[in-house]
């Protein structure tokens, strides 16, 4: 019984034991847990986390989609305005047509006015072409009757007058035959000198005619050269109009997306700033980035790009400075982009907080860096002439609310001398 006793005992001090060494593993593997929970949630956080880059780069396409949107507009207006000049020169064409049309029906009178004449000089050609036939053959008869007779003088006629009464009748006898030759001769003579002119009337009329019709077919192939290029101006001004649209409503629907994208990655941030404890707090007023410059080269808003020579919009002002000046941060805040751009060259922009932003562009060198922590007045970097600049300045933007202002709206106490 004893040792049934001692066995017992055995048994229950085995199994108190086991759950205590389970509870400790238990414990130790929790406690693990909670010390990787902090690189855990790290390296999530960091496998999704988002850069002010990332955003800014949204923003910078965004600018450059309204720019196309802007130049597209821009091309809408000038089409609206080809339009209305397409419209004013149609209906100079149409005028056009119409004087046209009323040369044409003009010229049509005149060709129907030279038909009548040529159907009129043919019917005198007719009647001049009979009495020729007709005095000629009576002209032929009195040349055979002369050559029948032969030949006669009138001088023997008159010498054998046997008075002078009979020498008289004799007289006018010769001058009637004479007179009479005469006007078969002149009747012959006028009737072909009338035939030529008919003839000549005739040729010219219809020379006249062919003119007219001429003159017809060039004015109808004006006018349908007219209406073509009426019709090809409008079609093309349409083309281009509807093309514009497309364009423009591509554009429109690619801003919205980069606008949603840019609005998804913003409160993706601000979620992990919560996340990562970080707050950004920041001065009310600004403080000049370059103390003793106040001389602007290029103010904000529309302006003509010094390289390019294109109209656009200055999203910020230009400051001229010595090289190598120092570049101080206008509010305290974080550095979320410290990068080199084609066109900003070497730029920082810092984050002051609920939207409020500052970017400095066209640096030597850069003082700072991505995610760094900076105070009101600190260096941030160097006066340089980089990426598209065409002399050493800063270029100096600020944004309220995500939305580029004015920046020297927020500095209505300095005496900034305007590019003048």
């Known amino acids: 019984m004893a040792k049934s006793g001692k066995k017992t005992n055995q048994k229950n001090s085995t199994k108190k034991v086991e759950p205590r060494r389970v509870v400790v593993g238990v414990l130790a593997a929790v406690l693990a847990l909670l010390m990787l929970l902090p690189m855990v949630s790290m390296i999530i956080s960091s496998a999704g986390a988002v850069t002010q880059s990332e955003i800014d780069a949204l923003k910078k396409e965004q600018e450059e989609s309204q720019a196309k949107q802007d130049a597209l507009k821009d091309q809408l207006a000038d089409l609206e305005a080809d339009q209305a000049a397409a419209q004013e020169k149609r209906q100079l064409l149409t005028e056009q047509l119409n004087a046209i049309n009323a040369e044409i029906a003009n010229i049509d009178a005149q060709i129907s006015y030279y038909d009548g004449e040529i159907a009129q000089k043919e019917e005198e050609r007719k009647e001049a072409e009979a009495r020729e036939a007709e005095q000629y053959d009576l002209f032929c008869q009195r040349v055979r009757m002369m050559e029948e007779q032969g030949t006669v003088s009138y001088w023997s006629i008159l010498f054998n007058a046997e008075s002078f009464s009979d020498l008289l009748d004799r007289i006018a006898d010769v001058d009637a035959v004479m007179a009479y030759d005469n006007e078969v001769m002149d009747q012959l003579i006028a009737t072909r000198e009338e035939l030529e002119r008919v003839q000549g009337e005739l040729e010219s009329a219809r020379a006249e005619e062919q003119a007219a019709k001429e003159q017809q077919e060039a004015k109808k192939a004006e006018q349908q050269a ?195």
């Open 226 to 420: 007219k209406v073509a290029e009426a019709q090809a101006l409008v079609d093309q001004i349409n083309a281009d109009t509807a093309e514009v649209n497309r364009q423009l409503d591509a554009e429109s629907a690619a801003a919205s997306e980069i606008q949603a994208e840019i609005a998804r990655k913003q409160k993706q941030l601000e979620e992990e700033r919560k996340q990562n404890n970080i707050v950004i707090s920041s001065e009310t007023g600004y403080l000049w980035p370059l103390p003793g410059y106040y001389r602007l080269s290029s103010q904000f808003g529309y302006r003509i790009h010094p390289i390019t020579g294109v109209a656009h919009s200055h999203t910020g002002i230009d400051i001229p400075a010595s090289g190598g000046t120092p570049i101080l941060a206008a509010k305290s805040g974080q550095v979320v982009t410290s990068a080199y751009h084609y066109s900003y060259g070497n730029y920082v922009v810092i984050d002051h907080g609920n939207g409020n932003s500052t970017l400095y562009a066209h640096m030597s060198s850069r003082a700072v860096s991505e995610g760094q922590m900076v105070t009101q007045g600190q260096v941030i970097g160097y006066v340089g002439t980089t990426g598209s600049s065409t002399g050493n300045h800063l270029h100096f933007e600020v944004r309220d609310n995500y939305t580029r202002v004015d920046p020297e709206s927020k500095f209505p106490s300095l005496n900034l001398t305007p590019p003048w």
